[in-house]
């Protein structure tokens, strides 16, 4: 079984501020782990993804994130927030072994002026 | 390119009427195909998932159903709506292969139930 915790419910920064939107997976095997963003009433778009190649990953729109096998941890940052991020972000898994995505609960991210 | 295509894009039914959302995708085949759900203020609640024609794999029980009737056609319904069905319907494909492939999302479905 899979699962993703996504540590904080809602992040709130202020622009030009770092972003740390934390995820933590659990798998029983090498899993997939990828960021997805979500706007108002819009579909999900894909921000970034690992799949067992570097482990830290760079995606659109600045952010990154870095694969922690000790860890288990896959956390999203980016170095500077613009009042564009503020939107929500899911953290999901994908287990090697099958076709299952398992979503984490989602992160609010709003980004004061 | 692939592309996927749901509507409509916003629903208003009656309780008790059915319920008939149609996601298509172009460009693969043979992909595997979800239907998601999101409640106001939750997260993604996965309904059903499909890997091939007339496959369909349910996570929860519920009064939704799905059918695959064509390889790139995934349709979410019911027979009778309840007040608790409203919320924010996507479909997802993603390739076959599995391997190391993210899902690819359609815009979403706003449904409320009156």
């Known amino acids: 079984a899979q699962s993703v915790t996504q540590l904080d419910s809602h992040v709130s920064v202020s622009e030009g501020t770092p972003v740390l939107l934390r995820c933590n997976y659990s798998?029983?095997?090498?899993?997939?782990l990828f960021w997805y963003v979500q706007h108002p009433n819009k579909g999900l778009q894909l921000l970034l993804k690992y799949t067992s190649a570097a482990t830290l990953v760079k995606g659109i729109n600045g952010f990154e994130a870095e694969f922690k096998k000790s860890e288990t941890s896959f956390h999203l940052t980016k170095p500077s927030a613009h009042m564009s991020d503020a939107a929500e972000y899911f953290c999901?898994?994908?287990?090697?072994?099958?076709?299952?995505?398992?979503f984490g609960g989602g992160t609010r991210l709003m980004v004061k002026p | 390119s692939q592309t996927i295509h749901q509507w409509p894009a916003t629903l208003v039914q009656p309780v008790g009427s059915p319920l008939s959302l149609e996601c298509t995708v172009e460009?693969?085949?043979?992909?595997?195909l979800y239907w998601y759900r999101q409640a106001a203020g939750r997260g993604l609640q996965l309904l059903f998932y499909?890997?091939?024609?007339?496959?369909i794999s349910s996570e929860v029980p519920q009064n939704l159903s799905a059918s695959r009737p064509q390889d790139r056609q995934f349709i979410l319904s019911s027979k009778k709506l309840l007040l608790s069905d409203s919320g924010f319907y996507l479909c997802?494909?993603?390739?076959?292969?599995?391997?190391?492939?993210?899902?690819?999302f359609g815009q979403g479905t706003r449904l409320t139930v009156v």
């Open positions: 999901v898994v994908r287990n090697n072994a099958g076709n299952m995505l398992t």
């Open positions: 997802a494909w993603s390739d076959y292969r599995g391997l190391g492939t993210e899902a690819f």
């Open positions: 499909s890997v091939g024609i007339g496959q």
């Open positions: 798998s029983s095997y090498s899993p997939s």
């Open positions: 460009g693969t085949s043979n992909p595997n």
